[in-house]
């Protein structure tokens, strides 16, 4: 229904994860980097962890179909919870091994004399494994024995392990795992998106099915859907799905924050994905100031002067900020309009400076004025720049504030 509404050659957001759609954002052009390291290593263990959904089987999608089959022969496998001798019998049967029935010994056996059929024939061996954390530490042991294997002194077989953030915290505190850690040569934990990276990666899936504008989108909604997702591939995909679906029901031709909120909507109310209050409210243009997080605590109002309680000396440093806003705000608008006023001087004097230089012979001294109030600006702008990084320093200050006040209240 979306395709065939939208003209679309395929779905641009599914699910499965498809070498097609990859798109290298900062973290997954980073973890290439560190698996193109590794490969190049030939041995070992290389790891890449990360949150469900962040693109781990794309990114490996991506590095199956880009690899030379001629010079690596890689096979893959998505655990469950396997024991020691299941995991060696798995291992055997992703590279086309018939171990059936066989004991663990055999299997091993077949093993080690495959991957050095493979090595005299010039081919390099990978083994990937998905959903590591769902390994026993048996299992695991076992994949380290296996990178025993070798032909002389080359290793016959190197593996990639990937997995949630669980593995990468039990790899790294394990004793169990000393020896397994000790050979891990490379690894990478893929964070999610940018806000930034969101828009370019939407439009680089619909790109891929013949997007031509139809429907259009609303850059507004880039953001709001960044933070609806956490920047979480899967995620994005699985709103921007139901939207183009809401837009072909509903025959829209462009996608705003009105079609997207009502998507997070329903997606709540089915708890189809984890979505934020904030998210789903309708959106607005912030404040100038931010309200403080705890709505008991407020700014007493210039005309009431009470004695104050005396601070304990954690918030003392903090509450002069409140003090302080008002008067850097006020700063930092002065400023603006110095700036602005500078700027359209210079500009009167750029339209007046070719006229004026043909009557008065003095250039150099029209040059020297202009040259002054270029000056006079990038001193305004620097003085700008100073202003509104001790406002954001004072902003800061008083959220940390705010918030510490808040958590003593609950603790109390």
Same mark, same amino acid.
């Given at each position: 229904?979306v ?6 050659a ?10 097609d ?22 041995e070992?263990f ?6 469900v ?16 089959r ?16 299941e ?7 992703s ?13 091993l ?9 493979e ?12 959903e590591a ?8 042991e076992?994949?380290?024995m296996?990178?025993?294997f ?7 077989l ?8 669980e ?10 795992l000393?020896?397994?850690?000790q050979?891990?040569i ?29 429907p ?14 956490? &920047?979480?591939?899967? #995620? +994005? *995909?699985? @709103?921007m799905? $139901?939207?183009?679906?809401l837009?072909?029901v ?12 009502a ?27 931010p309200?403080?997080?705890?709505p ?40 603006i ?13 750029g339209?007046l ?17 202009l040259? &002054?109030i270029?000056? #006079? +600006? *990038?001193? @305004?702008?620097? $003085? ?5 990084q ?11 504030w ?11």
């Amino acid at each position: 229904m979306v395709e065939d509404f939208y003209g679309f050659a395929g779905r641009p957001f599914q699910l499965t994860p498809d070498p097609d759609f990859y798109f290298e954002s900062a973290t997954h052009r980073k973890a290439l980097s560190y698996l193109g390291y590794g490969l190049a290593q030939g041995e070992g263990f290389i790891v890449i962890t990360g949150e469900v959904g962040a693109g781990k089987s794309t990114l490996v999608a991506h590095l199956m179909a880009t690899i030379d089959r001629a010079r690596l022969t890689a096979a893959q496998i998505v655990t469950s919870a396997l024991d020691g001798s299941e995991m060696v019998h798995v291992a055997a049967q992703s590279f086309g091994l018939d171990v059936a029935g066989k004991d663990k010994a055999s299997a091993l056996k077949a093993i080690e004399l495959f991957l050095q059929g493979e090595a005299r024939a010039g081919r390099r061996c990978l083994l990937v494994v998905d959903e590591a954390q769902n390994l026993s530490i048996a299992a695991l042991e076992e994949l380290r024995m296996l990178s025993n294997f070798q032909l002389g002194s080359h290793p016959l077989l190197q593996t990639l392990l990937l997995g949630q953030p669980e593995f990468r915290s039990l790899l790294a505190h394990s004793d169990e795992l000393e020896q397994l850690r000790q050979r891990v040569i490379a690894s990478h934990h893929l964070e999610a998106m940018d806000a930034g990276e969101v828009g370019p990666y939407v439009e680089h899936r619909l790109a891929r099915v013949g997007w031509q504008n139809d429907p259009s989108f609303d850059q507004r909604v880039y953001p709001e859907l960044a933070k609806a997702t956490g &920047g979480i591939p899967r #995620r +994005i *995909n699985q @709103i921007m799905a $139901r939207m183009l679906l809401l837009g072909a029901v509903e025959q829209r031709k462009r996608i705003d924050c009105g079609t997207l909120q009502a998507v997070l909507a329903d997606m709540a109310r089915d708890g189809a994905v984890p979505i934020s209050v904030e998210a789903v409210a309708p959106v607005e243009v912030a404040p100038r100031v931010p309200e403080p997080a705890n709505p008991t605590v407020a700014f007493p109002p210039k005309q009431e002067r009470h004695p104050e309680p005396e601070l304990p000396l954690a918030e003392q440093s903090a509450a002069p900020a409140m003090v302080d806003i008002q008067a850097a705000l006020a700063t930092r608008d002065v400023l603006i309009a110095e700036l602005q006023e500078a700027v359209i001087e210079l500009s009167n004097w750029g339209e007046l400076a070719q006229p004026v230089a043909r009557l008065v012979p003095d250039e150099d001294r029209i040059v020297a004025l202009l040259a &002054g109030i270029e000056e #006079r +600006i *990038n001193g @305004i702008e620097d $003085r700008l720049s100073e202003q509104e990084q001790t406002l954001r320093h004072t902003l800061t200050m008083l959220i940390e504030w705010i918030e510490d006040d808040d958590q003593q209240r609950h603790a109390a």
